[in-house]
């Protein structure tokens, strides 16, 4: 299975930047004040705890109206996710367009994974995704948003093959949640691995622990009682 940065042009940031240059203004505008939020949360949440901001204060420190806040994130746990919830949202997008290559469906789902991995080519977006999963292992009501979050994720994944693969066997249906579920632990377990990483690991170094977790999937099946 292919990673992220060992496969990546060189000036992916830069083509990123140029894709979004494109855009008409108001739709920049809107992206750069979704990033505001984003950042603006994550760093007053690390210094003052989640509970200890206000979505009035979020706002204000960003200077826009809790109308904006809403168009864009439903709740300050909303927000507080939204760097891996970004890409989960482009694992859907890569899903809804790949076309089977002759393996299995958990291998194309690993290759969705990688594959939104490689858009997520900003060069902050590494340091919200720490910054986020710190803040969620010490706060309950997180927690429970990117469970509620995960469900929808795998629904519509679901769904997307369903259709997409065709799949007529009624026993399909548990295979494929059995396979997103597979899936989701080897990028939950790779997730945590790589947060507590000393220093300021990089994307390669989150694609390099989702190649050793998907790869212990299999192993994990075939594991035999001592």
């Excluded at 042009?9 to 083509?15: K, N, Q, R, W």
């Excluded at 992206?31 to 706002?59: K, M």
């Excluded at 396979?179 to 997730?191: G, Q």
């Amino acid at each position: 299975m292919a990673t992220t940065d060992a496969h990546q042009a060189p000036d992916a940031h830069g083509a990123a930047e140029a894709r979004a240059e494109r855009l008409p203004l108001r739709e920049r505008k809107k992206l750069r004040t979704r990033q505001a939020l984003i950042d603006t949360a994550l760093e007053l949440f690390t210094e003052r705890g989640f509970d200890g901001v206000t979505l009035d204060e979020l706002c204000d420190a960003v200077e826009v109206s809790k109308r904006t806040f809403f168009r864009n994130f439903t709740s300050k746990e909303d927000v507080a996710m939204a760097p891996t919830q970004d890409l989960w949202a482009a694992f859907l997008s890569d899903l809804e367009t790949r076309e089977p290559a002759g393996g299995t469906v958990l291998e194309m789902l690993q290759a969705s994974v990688f594959a939104a991995l490689d858009r997520m080519t900003d060069e902050g977006w590494a340091r919200r995704v720490r910054l986020s999963r710190r803040l969620a292992a010490e706060t309950p009501s997180m927690d429970a948003h990117g469970l509620h979050f995960c469900d929808r994720t795998a629904r519509s994944a679901t769904e997307t093959l369903r259709n997409g693969l065709r799949l007529e066997d009624p026993r399909d249906e548990l295979r494929l949640r059995l396979a997103l579920d597979f899936l989701v632990a080897a990028f939950r377990y790779a997730l945590e691995t790589w947060v507590s990483l000393p220093g300021a690991p990089d994307r390669s170094a989150f694609a390099a622990e989702l190649g050793t977790a998907f790869a212990a999937i299999p192993e994990a099946l075939t594991l035999k009682e001592s």
